[in-house]
């Protein structure tokens, strides 16, 4: 992405410490540009108005308005932005809340540099994706959701390479039975062990389910597909 395409971001956060790491660290992240910041949600829903941002990093805990209500009501307007909430508040109903509102990512205080930067890359990188395409097929539609969902290269477990991953995973995503490591690696071209490997770090990740099942002569036998695939 070159420089005059950045990503503009506005800052909603009531604390200025907060604010300023967080201006801080997505500076530090090539391909953002921070264009405006704002103290809480009614000064931040005129901003977005006025400044047209692609994405806000959005604080839950704020006085006079707190998020939940900021998002609802830029959502009822309909404003054309995306929403990173950034927030102390981990219990489920605001969870439930924030994703069914449509967050790209939700990340806890205290939160780390790596961890922003880690969903400000997964951002980019379907932002890219879709402001470069007209029209979407199936197949370019599950590229886009794969990107958002896998994680990049330098979060991988030590020997795991993310193309092969993304080449088990879009494997996964198009059948409808579950299937063994050494079904899945004779389809992928890929040996049962490295297969293996890498169905293990998903199951761990819980981006994959295994089940048993018994052959005919009784050896227990794991199938493998994606957790809530076609549920």
Known sequence: MSKQHNITVLLIEDDPMVQEVNRMFIEKIEGFQIIGVASNGEEGRQKVKELNPDLVLLDIFMPKEDGLETIARLRQDQYDVDIL????????????????????????????????KQALYKY???????????????????????????PKSDQLPKGLQLPTLNQIVEYLNHIDSAK???EIGSEVG????????????LESTGKVEMQLTYGTIGRPIQLYRLANKGR
């Open 180 to 182: 063994s490591a050494e």
């Open 85 to 116: 909430a950034v927030t102390a508040a981990n219990d489920t109903q605001t969870v439930k809340t924030l994703l069914r509102y449509g967050v790209v990512d939700y990340i806890v205080k205290p939160f780390t540099f790596d961890r922003l």
């Open 190 to 201: 890929l040996a049962r062990v490295t297969v293996r490997r890498y169905l293990n770090y």
């Open 124 to 150: 980019k990188d379907v932002y890219v994706q879709l402001n470069q395409t007209e029209q979407f097929s199936q197949d370019k539609l599950d590229q886009v959701r794969l990107q958002k969902e896998s």
